[in-house]
């Protein structure tokens, strides 16, 4: 899938790419399937169903947008992909509901790999 954007949270003690999209209080996305800002960001307070981009955990400290359903919409066909950060409970990495996600660790070394990507092939 081809990376469009990546967001990063700019009061975390990590260093945010230059390149990387600093995320706000005001940032969103929507995934309401039938409306036209379907899977596109949006600006808050939102009145349909809405991702908030700035969220309390740390999950969504760095985000890198793939193309999924995003430069060809089809509704229904899901909202977007996003690679972020996993919760993680005690050793234990939890489910996301359709991104891929990383242990906080691991994100942090990739950052400056993911700062040149393209693409990201998922297997």
Known sequence: ?????RYARPDR????????TPIRSTM???DAPFTANYNRPINLPWHGSHEVLLRHDALYDRIIVL??????RVHGR???IFF???RV???????????????????????????????????
Do not use: F, Y
Request: hydrophobic residues 40%; aromatic residues 6%; charged residues 15%.
């Open 28 to 30: 969103g996305w929507c």
């Open 67 to 72: 193309d999924w359903n995003i430069t060809c």
């Open 1 to 5: 899938m081809r990376v469009l954007t």
């Open 13 to 20: 003690t990590w260093q945010r790419p230059a390149s990387w």
């Open 89 to 123: 409970t005690g050793a234990k990495l939890q489910p996301t509901e359709g991104c891929i996600a990383l242990p906080p660790q691991t994100m942090r070394k990739l950052v400056p790999i993911l700062e040149r990507l393209e693409r990201l092939v998922v297997v």
């Open 84 to 86: 972020h950060q996993a």
């Open 78 to 80: 899901g909202s977007a």
